[in-house]
T-cell receptor, first 114, second 109 residues
Framework: DVKVTQSSRYLVKRTGEKVFLECVQD?????MFWYRQDPGLGLRLIYF???????EKGDIPEGYSVSREKKERFSLILESASTNQTSMYLC?????????????FGSGTQLSVL | GQSLEQPSEVTAVEGAIVQINCTYQ??????LSWYQQHDGGAPTFLSY????GLEETGRFSSFLSRSDSYGYLLLQELQMKDSASYFC??????????FGTGTRLTVIP
């Protein structure tokens, strides 16, 4: 069964801390994505990566960075966590080919910044 | 700017048919996707329409009209397990998927 695994289901951090969210996929997908989900706002794209060491900004990249050193792993980094980054974070992956439109999502990490 | 409009909530009776509409205004358009998300779960892919018309997958169908910037998800023979949030999403670029805010469907007995 295909899998996108996020390292933590729940995370509580303090304002100003550096936070790492990890995501691993076992489907050999080229594309990987980080979204945040907030009530009433849907899913908003933070960053995506279409290959190892490649990244592109999404709609809301401010306050975040990413790292993709290996094809199967995509990390989201909050350099200095703030309370407005409290949210559900969803990782997803997909094949790059234009015809393959299906995103596979992880179960999410609920991050609370206090 | 970009926008996707879908109803925030829909309630329907078990065994009935329900249609969830999605209208979009985006800077680019490659196709329209639908995702289902149960409470506490991951979004899961339901369908993708790149061309006008109706696509059927079991009890679920999805429709697209590019000229009207409009699509819908049709769920037939509703079951209690269909209670979930449903998101439309527009593929606006090679790797960009812009999501709507979701429709919460409640199926009642």
């Amino acid at each position: 069964d295909v899998k996108v695994t996020q390292s933590s289901r729940y995370l509580v951090k303090r304002t100003g801390e550096k936070v790492f969210l990890e995501c691993v996929q076992d489907m050999d997908h080229e594309n990987m994505f980080w979204y945040r989900q907030d009530p009433g706002l849907g899913l908003r794209l933070i960053y995506f990566s279409y290959d190892v060491k490649m990244k592109e900004k999404g709609d809301i990249p401010e306050g975040y960075s990413v790292s993709r050193e290996k094809k199967e792993r995509f990390s989201l980094i909050l350099e200095s966590a703030s309370t407005n980054q409290t949210s559900m974070y969803l990782c997803a992956s997909s094949f790059r080919a234009v015809q393959r439109e299906k995103l596979f999502f992880g179960s999410g990490t609920q991050l609370s910044v206090l | 700017g970009q926008s996707l409009e879908q109803p925030s909530e829909v309630t329907a009776v078990e065994g009935a048919i329900v249609q969830i509409n999605c209208t979009y205004q985006t800077s680019g358009f490659y196709g329209l996707s639908w995702y289902q998300q149960h409470d506490g779960g991951a979004p899961t892919f339901l369908s993708y329409n790149a061309l006008d018309g109706l696509e059927e997958t079991g009890r679920f169908s999805s429709f697209l009209s590019r000229s009207d910037s409009y699509g819908y998800l049709l769920l037939q023979e509703l079951q209690m397990k269909d209670s979930a949030s449903y998101f439309c999403a527009v593929k606006t670029g090679a790797n960009n998927l812009f999501f709507g805010t979701g429709t919460r469907l409640t199926v009642i007995p």
